[in-house]
């Protein structure tokens, strides 16, 4: 079945405590974006990266690593979370091309406190 | 910068209704617009997506349309049901160096009652 899977669904983590949230899709997409979801905010993205060894920034990238050794896998990193980082993040994967869809992970809700 | 609005905010409908949800976007250079529908607690579910040349897509119950000179979709839900119940997401692909960056509105929370 093609998906995108996050891990962990629920986080609740310290101030400070660095933590990884990982992302993988079995679709061989080149694309994948993090997001992050909040009430009044909308979706708004994170990171993103093009294929292998390219990324680049969003819209909300501050507090945040990513990497993407692996074309299937796309951790979110967050070396010192803070509470302001307390959100609904989402992975997501696409091919390239205007007829590709955006494929989304099931969510991760993390709470900092 | 691309800004992407959804109107109503929210819509409570009896079932059977046909209903018609809106999204707006600023730039009207887009490479493609997608509709997704998110439950409470879950992911995004991909509806239809409607490339830049397309004027329409057709799933279903479910037809979106798209006006690219006016900066306009809409999300056509015909004999709505209980089951549609959920916030309705539309985001913007706007593509070239961004490629890969959607846009999203706000959501329009639908409540269809038995």
């Known amino acids: 079945e093609a998906q995108v899977t996050q891990n962990p669904r629920y986080l609740i983590t310290v101030t400070g405590k660095k933590l990884t949230v990982t992302c993988s899709q079995n679709?061989?997409?080149?694309?994948m974006s993090w997001y992050r979801q909040d009430p009044g905010l909308g979706l708004r993205q994170i990171y993103y990266?093009?294929?292998?060894?390219?990324?680049d920034k969003g819209d909300v990238p501050e507090g945040y690593k990513v990497s993407r050794k692996e074309k299937r896998n796309f951790p979110l990193i967050l070396e010192s979370p803070s509470p302001n980082q307390t959100s609904l993040y989402f992975c997501?994967?696409?091919?390239?091309?205007?007829?590709?869809?955006?494929?989304f992970g099931q969510g991760t809700r993390l709470t900092v406190v | 910068k691309q800004e992407v609005t959804q109107i109503p905010a929210a819509l409570s409908v009896p079932e059977g209704e046909n209903l018609v949800l809106n999204c707006s976007f600023t730039?009207?250079?887009?490479?493609?617009l997608q509709w997704f529908r998110q439950d409470p607690g879950k992911g995004l579910t991909s509806l239809l997506l409607?490339?830049?040349?397309?004027r329409e897509q057709t799933s279903g119950r479910l037809n979106a349309s798209l006006d690219k000179s006016s900066g306009r979709s809409t999300l056509y839900i015909a004999a709505s049901q209980p089951g549609d119940s959920a916030t309705y997401l539309c985001?913007?692909?706007?593509?070239?160096?961004?490629?890969?960056?959607?846009?999203f509105g706000q959501g329009t929370i639908l409540t269809v009652h038995p």
């Open positions: 990266s093009m294929n292998v060894e390219v990324t």
């Open positions: 997501a994967s696409s091919l390239g091309g205007s007829g590709a869809e955006a494929f």
């Open positions: 730039d009207s250079a887009i490479y493609n």
């Open positions: 409607i490339q830049s040349s397309q």
């Open positions: 985001a913007v692909n706007t593509g070239g160096t961004s490629y890969g960056k959607l846009t």
């Open positions: 679709m061989n997409h080149e694309y």
